[in-house]
């Protein structure tokens, strides 16, 4: 059973798979933090002044105090329920980012897989009954 799971661990897929996903994380965290923090807010600033973070839509009113809130931050504080439009905007942001890095990504690591061409195979030798019957044909005509 130990060795099995050991096999099965050192593996290249399962080792491969691991490191990909503590990557992929770390990358998610990146996107994250480019998209929150270096293109919404000039993005917002040219809307405006927008925060897109703070672009909500108040359902129900909290039960400490009554609405209009001024950021999502009072309105969550006051326990009101809110639909999220500005961090739902932020996330599909990022993950067009991420999506189109990693088809960036695997379109590249595809290209460098992909083997060159062959050299075309050399032709088969001449069988050696053809090469008698032409060299039978050659005496005769002599």
Same mark, same amino acid.
């Given at each position: 059973?130990?060795?099995?799971f050991?096999?099965f661990?050192?593996?290249g897929?399962?080792?491969?798979l691991a490191?990909?996903?503590?990557?992929g994380?770390a990358?998610?965290?990146?996107?994250? *933090?480019?998209? *929150?923090?270096?293109?919404?807010p000039?993005?917002? =600033?040219?809307m405006?002044?927008?925060?897109?973070s703070?672009i909500f839509?108040?359902l @129900?009113?909290?039960?400490?105090?009554?609405? +209009?809130?001024a950021? =999502?931050?009072?309105? @969550?504080d006051?326990?009101a329920?809110?639909?999220?439009?500005?961090?739902?905007?932020?996330?599909l942001v990022?993950?067009?980012?991420v999506g189109f890095?990693?088809f960036?990504?695997?379109?590249?690591?595809?290209?460098?897989?992909?083997p060159? +061409?062959a050299?075309?195979?050399?032709p088969?030798?001449t069988?050696?009954?053809?090469i008698?019957?032409r060299?039978?044909r050659?005496?005769? @005509? @002599?």
């Amino acid at each position: 059973m130990f060795q099995g799971f050991k096999e099965f661990i050192v593996k290249g897929n399962a080792f491969d798979l691991a490191v990909g996903v503590i990557i992929g994380g770390a990358f998610g965290a990146m996107a994250g *933090s480019f998209v *929150s923090d270096i293109m919404m807010p000039p993005l917002g =600033l040219i809307m405006g002044g927008t925060d897109f973070s703070n672009i909500f839509v108040t359902l @129900k009113d909290g039960a400490t105090a009554a609405g +209009p809130y001024a950021t =999502l931050a009072a309105a @969550k504080d006051a326990g009101a329920t809110t639909l999220n439009i500005g961090a739902f905007l932020n996330t599909l942001v990022n993950l067009v980012i991420v999506g189109f890095v990693v088809f960036m990504l695997v379109k590249g690591v595809n290209a460098a897989r992909t083997p060159a +061409p062959a050299a075309p195979a050399a032709p088969p030798p001449t069988p050696e009954d053809v090469i008698l019957l032409r060299e039978i044909r050659d005496a005769l @005509k @002599k």
